[in-house]
């Protein structure tokens, strides 16, 4: 590696030369970008978090001689769209109508630099700094929640197991604007939910049966109110609000974090995952919660497809055929007396082998600033970047449900060798070929899953010494009402 006070001189003698060679006419052309100047504010921006000593990608990027030395292989992957990873996609028949907050795709101007910086032989640039690097770590938390046990998960199955914890907020509301799961031993976690449970008979017994902070199996477990906070799976950035809208944390109200491990075969060393947990002071003008669409096993919701077996819908990937899809349309129930409901943001969510999901409204007729039809969340899937893409549009102007619009939710699936995840998947399960992929929760199962935020109306701030009145939806998957 060359050091930096050395290329000054290197390049000061070769200014020398040119100014001396100037003078017959032949000037090399200065390059037209260069590593500090063009290359590395945009590497630093884009790939650095991840590409740097310590970091989770293979190796580190943020150097001039590990850029150089990895240069095609970065135009390759940047633009084929692979780096950085981001699998939200515009299609022909599916492109979303806004766009996603903290998109970190290469603009087509980052790409020509790119190019240009390697077409004209990775010049260097005068020395400057190179830009810090962006954290994606989440800003101001408030405390952190940690199990006070944890729990060791072993074996061939998949475990599910649940931790209350006690979110710290006592007689007040505590408005969340921020959470973000630590996986403790990561490659176990295969995925985390998190729920409000409010204050009330069945938070007593959860709480005298279990304790706060311990682990309890939680697999045959309704989860009470079923009040889905967060849904954290791997890749995915911490939950991020701003202070217009937050998840209302009520008095006495108590989380539950369930966690989905996956020991595959191996005993593991006690997994203690914690949340970070932000709140806002300020009165939101918008409540914040998740609600999941799709996973059907039958019909009306699961329309029939090419692989049934006896022509009857059944969601099953069999094996060895490589372009599987499953097709759903859900219909939106009665929301009780709520009238203005918004989609604020979508974590597509399937399993190891899916390679693409989309998900499309529609309304019985255009609505406002809402047409008959949209797109709501399109692109190619990968397992290991799973991420909540964030329409970036004002509270206003989020695309609307209302009862009577239909979910309609497409996944596609690669179940043949040829496909790494499912080479990893047999790994895993201990198996040589493919096999038939059922709808279920275990990493050998499938999914087909669109996980929206939603955006509902905060009730008024109250008046000073006034109980805030606030009611938490009780809804279930495909939000239909649980009372
Ligand atoms: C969120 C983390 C993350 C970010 C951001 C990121 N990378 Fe990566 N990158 C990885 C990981 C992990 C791998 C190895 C596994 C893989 O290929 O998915 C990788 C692999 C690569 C590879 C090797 C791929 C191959 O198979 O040859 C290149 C080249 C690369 N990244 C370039 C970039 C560039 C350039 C950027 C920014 C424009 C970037 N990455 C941003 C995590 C990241």
Redesign the pocket.
Known sequence: MRIATGSIAVASLASLLIACTGAEGDDPPAARATWYQDVAP??AN??M???QDGG???FP?TDFASAKE?AE??LI??DAGA???FDAREEADCTPRFGWVDD?R?SAAEKATLHAWVEDGHALGKVADIPAIPSSELPNVTRTLTPVEGFATAGDRDQFFCYTLDPGNGNQVAWLTGLQVNPDITEVVHHAVIFEVQAGAELDKLVADHGIGRPFDCSQQQIPGNFVVHIWTPGNQPMQTSSDIAVPILPQSKLVMQVHYHPAGTAHAPDRTSIDVRYSPVWPKKMYFVAAFGNAFQAPELLPGPNDRGGVPEFLIPKNVPDHREHMRITIPNLGDLTDVRLFSANPHMHLIGTHISGTIERPAARGDDPRQECLANGGWNF?WQRTYTYDAPLDKLPTVQQGDVIDIKCSWDNTIENPFVQRMLKDANLGTPIDVPLGEQTTNEMCLEIFGIAIPAPPAPLAHEAPAIKLPRWGLNMQALD
Do not use: E, K, V, Y
Request: hydrophobic share 35%; with cysteine.
């Open positions: 945009i590497l884009r790939c978090s991840c590409h989770i990608a293979p990027l990895n292989r970065i992957q940047t780096m950085p990873p970190p290469l290991d």
